[in-house]
C-alpha cells in the first residue's frame, strides 16, 4: 500500500465501496490494488486449509507439532482480515497498520517454520546441521532481526501519525 500509494483504495469493508463488492470507477486503480489484495487473501485462505487438512491426514501420522502450526496459520489469517477490516475503519490508523504488518511477518515465520518441520521425519529431533557458534549467531540474527523489523514499523508508523 505505501509504494503504490493506494492506501484506502477500497474505502469499506468486506465491500471495496458502498454495495459494491468490486471496485467502480470511482476508486480508480487504488480500488483495484486493494481489490486484488483482498483477493490474494482468498487465495492464501485456501492455502491454509489445506495446510491443516495435510497435517491432519499426513501418514504416518503427523506430530501434534505440524498441525498446531498449520492450525495458527489459519487463526492468523482470521486474525489478518479483521484487522484489516480495523485498519479501513479507523482510516489508516498508525497502530492498526502496523499491527496488521507485523503479523504478515508472524505468519510469514509460522509458514516456514511448519514447512522445515513437515520434512523432519516422526520421532526424530530437528537436526542441527551447522557447529555451535553458527547456529546461535543464526539465532542472534534472528533475533535482532525481529527487533528491526518491530523498531522499523513502530518508526514509520509514528511519522505517519505527524503528517
Known amino acids: 500500500m505505501r509504494l503504490t500509494g493506494s492506501g484506502l483504495g477500497c474505502p469499506d469493508w468486506p465491500n471495496c ?11 480508480g486503480a487504488h480500488g ?21 487438512l495435510g497435517a491432519l491426514v499426513r501418514t504416518p501420522t503427523s506430530p501434534a507439532t505440524l498441525t498446531w502450526l498449520s492450525v495458527g496459520l489459519v487463526l492468523g489469517v482470521i486474525a489478518q482480515a479483521l484487522l484489516g477490516a480495523l485498519v479501513v475503519k479507523k ?5 492498526f497498520v502496523m499491527g496488521h504488518f ?20 516422526d520421532g526424530a529431533a530437528a537436526p542441527v546441521v551447522v557447529g555451535r557458534a553458527v547456529h546461535r549467531l543464526a539465532i542472534l ?6 527487533a528491526v523489523l518491530v523498531t ?12
Open 91 to 95: 482510516l489508516l490508523d498508525p497502530p
Open 32 to 52: 483495484w490494488i486493494e481489490f486484488v489484495n483482498r483477493m490474494v487473501t482468498g487465495l492464501v485462505s485456501i492455502a491454509v486449509i489445506v495446510a491443516v
Open 17 to 27: 465501496t458502498s454495495g459494491n463488492l468490486a471496485p467502480t470507477a470511482e476508486v
Open 152 to 163: 522499523g514499523t513502530v518508526v514509520t508508523g509514528a511519522g505517519a501519525a505527524f503528517r
Open 102 to 121: 507485523l503479523l504478515s511477518a508472524v505468519l510469514l515465520a509460522n509458514a516456514l517454520v511448519l514447512v522445515w518441520r513437515a520434512g523432519v521425519p
Open 141 to 146: 540474527v534472528v533475533v535482532l532481526g525481529c
